[in-house]
């Protein structure tokens, strides 16, 4: 059985994927408007405390500084700071994909491969077979780190959705999903991005956000054990 603090942690955990998966994506105008008003900054605490995380207070209050700036200034210093930090030609001081940061991590030789790695295929694999997969698989690997939090946020809020129809059942179903994913991929590099994005002078509100990240990310890497019943 779930408790209601366990309900709220995995309630919490699918909302933090989901505004990862919105955060680390090629910024738009609505992630500067969210930044701008301050709304984006509560989402981060709120979602940080219902997982069941403490939130980082130095980085929400970087992220806190930008907040009242004007929207199109912000996001045009977004776009920069993005493209700096995760797409910079050559080689970006952070990968966006798990392929080639794990390649890059694990110190080896020559280019990584893209399109057809193993574990990009193995990711393209599972979000199939979930019914996830992004549209614009064909023109970006879908182990680009916001494909792979919309993943874990799709199969958490999916757990969640089930367990409050009372179906045990399905919910089984998405936690192991969720639980498989981030054994396979995840806990490979989620927090390893998030602290590499943190120490990255390029990186501005994005390096704010990975800081926020990094713990929750742990945490969940850790094998959903914060999440009670989660992990059985």
Known sequence: MFSQ???????GAADMFELASVVFAFPDKAVAEGLSSGALQADVRA?????????DEA????????RDCKPDELF???RIAYSLTFLAPGKPPVYLYESAFVHEASGRTGVATLFRSPSTLDVERLMREAEVLP????TIPCDAMPSECAYMAHALGS?????????????TVWLGRAAGFMRAHGAAWFAPFCDAAAHCGKSGVYGAFARCMSPFMRQVGEGFSAFGEVSR
């Open 135 to 138: 549209a614009d698989y064909r």
């Open 47 to 55: 979602c940080l405390q219902d997982a069941g995380v403490a939130p």
């Open 5 to 11: 603090d366990d309900m709220k942690r995995l309630v």
């Open 59 to 66: 980085c929400l209050r970087v992220l806190d500084g930008v």
């Open 76 to 78: 045009e210093e977004l």
């Open 159 to 171: 757990a969640v959705a089930a367990l409050q129809r009372d179906s045990g059942d399905e919910a």
